[in-house]
């Protein structure tokens, strides 16, 4: 499976982003798939998730602006990105694991399948 990220850019606080994360080389319907981002000299965090089920969560620093979403038909998971703030600014990575119902999907390590991260600038 490959993933590739797109959508990032620079923008000013406040502005919304979609970030894609297009898949290929085999069917995620039955995969839980996960957005993370890494800032300069920070460890990677978590930032939502979303169950092959349809069901997601959030990190506590961006729910109720960011929202997960998925196209199965697309084999593409997005996040929508509202009322961005500077301490957005990231690395933004896509990831996907095979569905293991006791996975919490906010460890990076629980997942099989990364794609290449894009990045997201938010000015003040």
């Known amino acids: 499976v490959q993933l590739q990220a797109s959508g990032g850019g620079l923008v000013q606080a406040g502005g919304s982003l979609r970030l894609s994360c297009a898949a290929s080389?085999?069917?995620?319907?039955?995969?839980?798939m996960g957005w993370f981002r890494q800032a300069p000299g920070k460890e990677r965090e978590f930032v939502a998730n979303?169950?092959?089920?349809?069901?997601?969560t959030y990190a506590d620093s961006v729910k109720g602006r960011f929202t997960i979403s998925r196209d199965n038909g697309k084999n593409t998971a997005y996040l929508q990105m509202n009322s961005l703030k500077p301490e957005d600014t990231a690395v933004y990575s896509c990831?996907?694991?095979?569905?293991?119902?006791?996975?919490?999907?906010?460890?990076?390590?629980?997942?099989?399948?990364w794609g290449q991260g894009t990045q997201v600038t938010v000015s003040s």
């Open positions: 990831a996907a694991v095979y569905s293991v119902t006791y996975y919490s999907l906010r460890d990076p390590s629980e997942y099989q399948y």
């Open positions: 979303i169950r092959w089920s349809g069901t997601n």
């Open positions: 080389g085999r069917t995620l319907s039955r995969h839980d």
